[in-house]
């Protein structure tokens, strides 16, 4: 079993940034494919970005590319996602989750293990 505990969120004002971490336990964190999605209220989980086990492949959604950037350093257990230029539209409670397959994917139910969410809330 994997455990997975999200940090960063806050409020802030539209154009600032934020940085959220997610640490994970065990020893074999390398071995996990990483993802960021976030839930609004009365919305699906959607996708943000996603991480290969070595950081070398990262994917976005076309609504945060060129704002926000996913970085991994498995010497801490940890996966990290830069959010600048932020927006009222990205207000929402962000989830970190691993996936155990080789291949690669950006649907949420295809995802082994969830934090459990740390707020990020933009103001206008």
């Known amino acids: 079993q994997v455990q997975l505990v999200e940090s960063g969120g806050g409020l802030v004002q539209a154009g600032d940034s934020l940085r959220l971490s997610c640490a994970a336990s065990g020893r074999t964190f390398s071995n996990y494919r990483m993802g960021w999605f976030h839930q609004a209220p009365g919305k699906e989980r959607e996708f943000v970005s996603a991480?290969?086990?070595?950081?070398?492949?990262?994917d976005y959604a076309d609504s945060v590319k060129g704002r926000f950037t996913i970085s991994r350093d498995n010497a801490k257990n940890t996966v990290y996602l830069q959010m600048n230029s932020l927006k009222p539209e990205d207000t929402a409670v962000y989830y970190c989750a691993a996936r155990v397959s080789r291949t690669w994917s950006n649907i949420p139910s295809s995802y082994d293990y969830w934090g459990q969410g740390t707020q990020v809330t933009v103001s206008s």
């Open positions: 991480i290969n086990y070595s950081g070398g492949i990262t």
